[in-house]
């Protein structure tokens, strides 16, 4: 009888141990995640504040041309997005969140109205450019600054309306009808509310901007080959291709902040239980913050649709 009371015992033993090592690992691993995202988005707080003051600096002295306006509003969207990162910050200095479930849809939603809304402007400033390149004048001109601000302003309207309504309504339904204290403490953990549906909307997005990303690069670059090729030694002090170098500088940005993000979302979507990593792909999508950066040094200055001078 002794004999089978030391078997069972550890028995019991081993399996209320063998747990607490899985649970420390797994709190491990988040708590590493945790340390990067907050050491990501603090990096970019501070450097996207320098760079947007810096950028509205520059802005002053320029005029109000299609690519002037692009930029003013790619502005305004980073602005709107790091109002947000303290409290993402907060959070992962923490690991506990008490504003509740709403106010957690809010901020999560708005890291995807900026890289969305940064992707929108970097396309129109890139194909402003490129049109111009190859001689559009033309057809750009039928395009005038009030039209490009009343464009500005719809999509901003559309965008501040909408995605809310769609946030409050559709976005992490499956959170509240599971509310417990458990999410009242836990945030920005919504990949179990990703529907089939939604799925089928994330592959057509994340495959439009990894294709439209990667064309304009290209094509950008093969602007700059041309201009190379055309002035040689003397082409960096062409302002011709000081200008058209700065767009390639926006293209490599979607590149590199937008497409490795889209290329795990297609692996991410079948395997929500990944959202750790989801997040931290996600975080690195918001250093296109430092893109303004790229304007710093001697400004380019080059003929705009309107027969003007622009300098950035």
Not at 40 to 56: K, Q, R
Not at 283 to 298: A, H, I, Q, Y
Request: contains cysteine; hydrophobic residues 50%; glycine residues 4%.
């Amino acid at each position: 009888m002794a004999s089978t009371d030391t078997q069972d015992m550890p028995l019991t033993t081993i399996n209320s141990t063998s747990s607490l090592p899985l649970t420390s690992k797994n709190e491990d691993k988040e708590e590493n995640y945790s340390i990067i995202l907050l050491a990501i988005y603090s990096v970019v707080l501070v450097t996207g504040i320098i760079s947007l003051s810096l950028m509205m600096h520059i802005l002053k002295s320029s005029s109000t041309s299609i690519t002037s306006i692009a930029v003013l509003n790619l502005i305004f969207a980073h602005f709107i997005f790091l109002i947000t990162v303290p409290f993402r910050i907060y959070y992962y200095a923490t690991e506990h969140w008490h504003l509740g479930l709403g106010m957690c849809k809010m901020i999560s939603g708005m890291i995807h109205i900026h890289m969305y809304m940064s992707f929108i402007f970097y396309v129109i400033i890139l194909i402003t450019r490129l049109m111009a390149f190859y001689r559009k004048d033309e057809q750009l001109a039928s395009f005038q600054r009030i039209h490009a601000l009343l464009f500005s302003a719809v999509v901003w309207i559309v965008v501040l309306v909408m995605v809310p309504c769609i946030i409050h309504f559709s976005y992490g339904k499956h959170n509240e009808k599971n509310n417990s204290t458990l999410t009242d403490k836990v945030c920005f953990k919504f990949g179990s509310s990703i529907e089939d549906k939604a799925k089928v909307v994330n592959y057509i997005i994340s495959t439009l901007i990894i294709v439209v990303a990667t064309v304009l690069t290209v094509l950008q670059a093969n602007v700059l080959w041309v201009l190379y090729r055309k002035h040689r030694q003397g082409c960096t002090s062409q302002q011709d291709f000081g200008a058209q170098l700065k767009s390639l500088c926006f293209a490599l940005i979607m590149v590199v902040c937008f497409i490795p993000y889209h290329m795990f979302r297609f692996y991410y979507v079948e395997h929500p239980k990944l959202e750790n990593i989801n997040e931290v792909f996600l975080s690195l999508t918001t250093f296109n913050c430092l893109d303004m950066l790229t304007f710093l040094g001697r400004r380019s200055c080059y003929m705009s649709v309107f027969g003007k001078i622009f300098c950035l």
